[in-house]
């Protein structure tokens, strides 16, 4: 092979580039914090080349960033839409801009992740921004009012309504009402009047956006014009929108490396099978359900430490603990945790948990399965059995059904194989 074959082989197997493609905005404080947010992912995504490319009012554009990154990176690129609904941008602006500029690099590939909106670490955030202007208000006797963009796609609006819900159970508030900032309805003033009547002494309004700009000032300005109209009204406080935090940042790094991962040949595992010495080493499972519970035992038969972190435990996890086999923090994850695990396994039933402790995993150098979403961590686990002293293991590329039948064929052949014992 040449060198200029070996470098475009090299360059063939990278990990693609991404692009991230945001709205854009005439705000000098958003443009900075979409680009602050760049270098956060940058921070979570070692050694890939992350660009970012806004869909109006600020350069560059998505077309021109796609076409930059399909030309260093070997026609393979990832676009992550920085957007929260799956409105006209996420479904037809984006799309085209992609499309344009793949066109610029023939042959080029480009794999178009889905958009922010549904990941359960974004409801935490808003849940966090709430809390964060609460004070000395509670929960339960404080309406929400939770705004929205607004746009002509019903689906759109209607996942917004749900989040609206979802956000209301979550917290314990006393309701959490949904508006729109443009296009459709209730508007703003319409959902504050709907609060007031049905009885609200304190309202906190909460701007659904990810970076300041013209949607978080014409949210200020139309709670402020409310306020003064109704002086003998609910007091009314406003939220800070999201921010370019390292959370916001962990989202956009997640649907980065599930598209990776698709980019890759359908037909190959893009992973290296090995066997893990854990005698004596500290492994942390996240979770104490029944998945935890079928994993433990492998673990600990290898000689691990095994640390759960979970506020429950399975009768039979609860049994080891008590026996002294696994130490037992009974709380909920928190930052920190893996501390000096070599191998983490985030298995609890929240996936924005599992999102934060892959995370941590990542940064800390530690390999990671992941129980609700494969593509999100860096480990898999593989389908494993025994026969003749040989442990055989199998890894599938979510199949986990075809991925057990080969197992057992395995099993079986070697059981059956007529090679002569090593110690006869």
């Not at 991230?20 to 995504?45: C, F, Q, S």
């Not at 990832?78 to 609904?85: A, E, H, W, Y």
């Not at 300041?212 to 003998?232: D, I, K, L, Y």
């Not at 293991?393 to 099993?411: I, K, M, N, Q, W």
Request: charged fraction near 20%; include cysteine.
């Amino acid at each position: 092979m040449t060198i200029v074959e070996r470098a475009r082989e090299a360059a063939r197997t990278a990990r693609p580039p991404l692009v991230i493609a945001a709205h854009g905005t005439r705000d000098p404080e958003g443009a900075a914090a979409a680009r602050a947010l760049a270098d956060r992912v940058r921070e979570a995504l070692p050694g890939i080349d992350v660009g970012l490319g806004f869909v109006e009012l600020t350069a560059p554009g998505i077309a021109d960033a796609v076409a930059a990154a399909a030309s260093s990176g070997a026609g393979r690129v990832v676009v992550v839409p920085l957007m929260l609904g799956s409105g006209g941008h996420v479904r037809r602006d984006i799309p085209e801009a992609i499309e344009v500029g793949r066109t610029r690099v023939p042959g080029s590939t480009v794999a178009y992740a889905p958009h922010l909106g549904p990941d359960p670490l974004l409801r935490t955030l808003t849940l966090d921004r709430i809390r964060a202007v609460l004070g000395d208000w509670s929960a339960a006797s404080t309406t929400i009012v939770l705004v929205g963009r607004g746009c002509s796609i019903a689906e759109t609006n209607a996942q917004h309504v749900a989040l609206a819900r979802l956000v209301e159970e979550e917290g314990g508030f006393d309701r959490v009402l949904p508006a729109f900032i443009q296009v459709t309805g209730p508007d703003l003033p319409a959902a504050l009047d709907q609060a007031a009547l049905l009885g609200a002494k304190q309202i906190v309004v909460v701007p659904n956006f990810l970076f300041p700009g013209a949607m978080r000032t014409w949210t200020r300005e139309q709670t402020a014009g409310w306020r003064s109209h109704h002086p003998n009204g609910p007091e009314v406080r406003v939220a800070e929108v999201i921010g370019p935090c390292a959370e916001l940042a962990a989202v956009v790094a997640e649907r980065y490396r599930a598209e990776a991962r698709r980019l890759d040949d359908a037909g190959s595992t893009p992973v290296y099978l090995s066997g893990l010495v854990l005698r004596g080493r500290d492994v942390l499972i996240v979770g104490g359900g029944r998945v935890a519970e079928r994993r433990v035992m492998a673990l600990l038969d290898a000689g691990a430490r095994v640390r759960v972190v979970s506020p429950t435990l399975t009768a039979v996890l609860s049994a080891l603990e008590l026996a002294g086999r696994i130490t037992w923090s009974a709380r909920a994850y928190r930052a920190g945790d893996v501390g000096e695990a070599w191998y983490v396994l985030a298995l609890s039933d929240d996936p924005g948990v599992n999102t934060r402790v892959a995370t941590e995993a990542e940064t800390a150098h530690a390999f990671c399965v992941r129980g609700d979403h494969a593509g999100g961590g860096s480990a898999w686990t593989p389908a494993t059995g025994r026969s003749a002293g040989l442990l055989v293991g199998v890894v599938g590329r979510r199949e986990p059904r075809r991925t057990a039948a080969v197992r057992d064929a395995l099993v079986e052949t070697v059981r059956t194989l007529p090679v002569p014992d090593p110690l006869d």
